[in-house]
């Protein structure tokens, strides 16, 4: 039976470029409108890819009965007042990670979403790599055993990439650990459920413009039992990577989401080795997120990373940031 085609608006077309290309791809969805505050880029990619409302505005389109969806693409500070004027408008929001910079602004975006009864999402990509699918999966189905340990990290400099007008460096309109560190958060919480509690030290040597630590490490208590090390460096002297090591009663997993292989040792083959897992590229995770979240709206299913989960990534950074500041471990916050 074929399925309606859902409007998608896109809102700052940097990052926003990905999903506007996947709206594009996908059977179910008609890119309506793009919205970014660069004319000349609106203007450029409008004509180039044939999409017809095109606006400097973001608010010219709440009131459009053709937008279903609108893909909040624009930096970190504007995440709270765009996602709740289009939920508020009826319309449902999927918004790049992170879902906002503190917890307040979380909050006041999950009472949006509920007031409104609309999908909100949050565009959390690592958990549409198939790396990080296989993990989650041998997670759970017993491959690894019973999951003791996790380790994640979100390894970026951010010398050379402080965004449009350096709002990256802004400490009011980012906080590295919110909003990069987000990615290593989201993936620990994902594997080991939710945070009781966090211990974290920082330090800062890198990345002069950031007035924040570049380089964060927080030791992290799960509601299961089970304890990880997260590691976020915004200032590193070394390539970009997100990592992930799941360790198990049955087995270790370890990789990231740019090799071409992980890493696999298991106690009924042989816990001396490691087997090489030939992995495949990372591309079309985004193309896979915007695809996770028209189904979710098409067939009023839950999405992966809604706004509880959000928040709750967003808590923990936070909780590990007043960790830093007192010296002392810091509960997480889990109640959204
Ligand atoms: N999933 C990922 O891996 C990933 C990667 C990069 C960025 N992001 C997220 O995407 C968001 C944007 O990051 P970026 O790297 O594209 O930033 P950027 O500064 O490079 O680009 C922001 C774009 O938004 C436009 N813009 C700014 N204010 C606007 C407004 N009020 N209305 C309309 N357009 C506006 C700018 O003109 C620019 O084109 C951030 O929240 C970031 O965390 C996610």
Redesign the pocket.
């Known amino acids: 039976m074929p399925e309606e085609k859902l409007g998608v608006a896109v809102?700052?077309?940097?990052?926003g470029q990905a999903h506007f290309l996947a709206a594009i791809e996908h059977p179910n969805a008609e890119l309506v409108a793009l919205?970014?505050?660069?004319e000349g880029?609106l203007d450029a990619r409008a004509a180039e890819y044939n999409v017809p409302v095109a606006t400097t505005d973001?608010r010219d389109l709440l009131d459009r009965p053709d937008i279903d969806i609108a893909s909040i693409?624009?930096?970190?500070h504007?995440?709270r007042e765009m996602t709740c004027a289009f939920l508020d408008a009826g319309k449902h929001v999927i918004v790049?990670?992170?879902m906002a910079r503190t917890v307040e602004e979380c909050e006041e975006m999950i009472a949006a979403a509920r007031r409104n009864d609309r999908k909100l999402m949050v565009?959390q990509?690592c958990r549409f790599y198939s790396f990080f699918e296989d993990a989650k999966r041998w997670s759970e189905d017993g491959t690894l055993g019973e999951v003791y340990y996790v380790e994640t990290s979100y390894l970026h400099n951010y010398e050379e990439i402080g965004?449009?007008g350096n709002?990256r460096f802004d400490p009011e309109k980012r906080h590295p650990l919110v909003?990069g560190g987000c990615h290593a958060i989201d993936l620990a919480r994902w594997i080991c459920g939710d945070a009781e509690e966090v211990h974290a030290y920082g330090n800062h040597y890198n990345i002069p413009q950031q007035q924040w630590e570049d380089l964060i490490t927080i030791n992290v208590k799960f509601k299961s039992g089970a304890v990880g090390r997260i590691l976020n460096s915004s200032g590193c002297q070394r390539p970009y990577n997100i990592d992930l090591q799941v360790w198990g009663t049955k087995g270790t997993l370890v990789g990231d989401n740019t090799q071409d292989y992980a890493l696999l040792s298991l106690r009924e083959v042989n816990r001396h080795i490691w087997l090489r897992l030939p992995k495949p590229p990372m591309a079309k995770a985004v193309a896979s997120e915007l695809a996770h979240f028209i189904d979710c709206v098409l067939h009023d299913r839950q999405p992966l990373i809604d706004g509880v989960d959000g928040a709750k990534t967003v808590a923990l950074a936070w909780a590990a940031i007043e960790s830093m500041r007192t010296g002392q471990p810091v509960k997480c916050r889990n109640d959204f």
């Open positions: 809102i700052g077309l940097h990052m919205c970014d505050t660069d880029l973001w693409c624009t930096p970190d504007f995440h790049e990670k992170p565009a990509v965004g449009v709002w909003g």
